[in-house]
């Protein structure tokens, strides 16, 4: 089975997300490790629509129009509700030269990483190794 023929479960699509733009921050400055990559992202206008909630509701709203199980859209409903109380706005000192905060939490750090990790795991288990640019996972 190819990775095309293989849908991926609504659950990944905010970890896909979240990898994506940390990959493509790690990939435009390769000097810095995945975890300033994470904290980069913090901040960015990504993380701004995931944190809004916004993200969850094109998704859902999507999901909806698609006519996706009742049990799907119980189940991002739960996600969004996880993802929007542990990524709240952070508050405080930004570094000059980007918009990420200083005082980032251990939480919202620690749910950016596992869901990148989720992420990963995910690209593993459809053996697409291609997808998978940060080796968190290792």
Same mark, same amino acid.
């Given at each position: $089975? *190819? *990775?095309?023929?293989?849908?991926? /479960?609504?659950?990944?699509?905010?970890?896909?997300?979240?990898?994506? $733009?940390?990959?493509?921050?790690? %990939? !435009?400055? /390769?000097?810095?490790? =995945? &975890?300033?990559?994470?904290?980069?992202?913090?901040? #960015?206008? #990504?993380?701004?629509?995931?944190?809004?909630?916004?993200?969850?509701?094109?998704?859902?709203?999507?999901?909806?129009?698609? !006519?996706? /199980? !009742?049990? @799907? &859209?119980?189940?991002?409903? =739960?996600?969004?509700?996880?993802?929007?109380?542990?990524?709240?706005?952070?508050?405080?000192?930004?570094?000059?030269?980007?918009?990420?905060?200083?005082? @980032? #939490?251990? @939480? @919202?750090?620690? %749910? %950016?990483?596992?869901?990148?990790?989720?992420?990963?795991?995910?690209?593993?288990? &459809?053996?697409? $190794? !291609? #997808?998978?640019?940060?080796? &968190?996972?290792?």
């Amino acid at each position: $089975m *190819k *990775k095309k023929d293989i849908p991926k /479960p609504a659950m990944l699509y905010a970890a896909e997300e979240i990898y994506s $733009m940390v990959s493509d921050i790690k %990939l !435009k400055n /390769p000097e810095i490790s =995945v &975890i300033e990559a994470v904290e980069r992202y913090i901040g #960015s206008k #990504s993380y701004q629509n995931l944190s809004s909630g916004e993200f969850h509701n094109e998704l859902l709203n999507r999901f909806q129009k698609d !006519k996706a /199980p !009742k049990k @799907t &859209i119980e189940l991002l409903l =739960v996600q969004k509700k996880v993802v929007v109380e542990r990524l709240k706005h952070v508050e405080g000192s930004y570094f000059a030269k980007s918009s990420f905060p200083l005082d @980032t #939490s251990q @939480t @919202t750090f620690d %749910l %950016l990483w596992r869901m990148c990790e989720s992420y990963e795991l995910w690209c593993k288990e &459809i053996n697409d $190794m !291609k #997808s998978i640019t940060l080796g &968190i996972s290792e």
